[in-house]
Nanobody, 124 residues
């Protein structure tokens, strides 16, 4: 069974850091780009970041550039999102997802498998 399991979310103060993990099972990440998305209460899904497999190219939404870093460890079948300088507006449920092809970022409807999400809350 193909699935993702996200972890690493939690409550952090503004300016703090978290590292999210996205562990895949049932398939190998080697041939796919993997993206991170988020959804805040009352808002639509928005793309946060993406990383390809073949050349490791990355994509970041403007609102996280310079603060978030995406990485992958294909040997561990896991993708990470290091989030620094967190702001209250980063509060959301964060999801990882598999892109059908190995390029970033693509369109949201091109992502075919999604994790269950992990809650990130930035508050003092």
């Amino acid at each position: 069974q193909l699935q993702f399991v996200e972890s690493g979310g939690g409550l952090v103060q503004p300016g703090g850091s978290l590292r999210l993990s996205c562990a895949a099972s049932g398939f190998t990440l080697d041939y796919y780009a993997i993206g991170w998305f988020r959804q805040a209460p009352g808002k639509e899904h928005e793309g946060v970041s993406c990383i390809s497999s073949s050349d490791g190219s990355t994509y970041y939404a403007d609102f996280v550039k310079g603060r978030f870093t995406i990485s992958r460890d294909n040997a561990k079948n896991t993708v990470y999102l290091q989030m620094n300088s967190l702001k209250p507006e980063d509060t959301a449920v964060y999801y990882c997802a598999r892109h059908r092809a190995d390029y970033c970022p693509g369109y949201e409807n091109e992502y075919d498998y999604w994790g269950q999400g992990t809650q990130v809350t930035v508050s003092s």
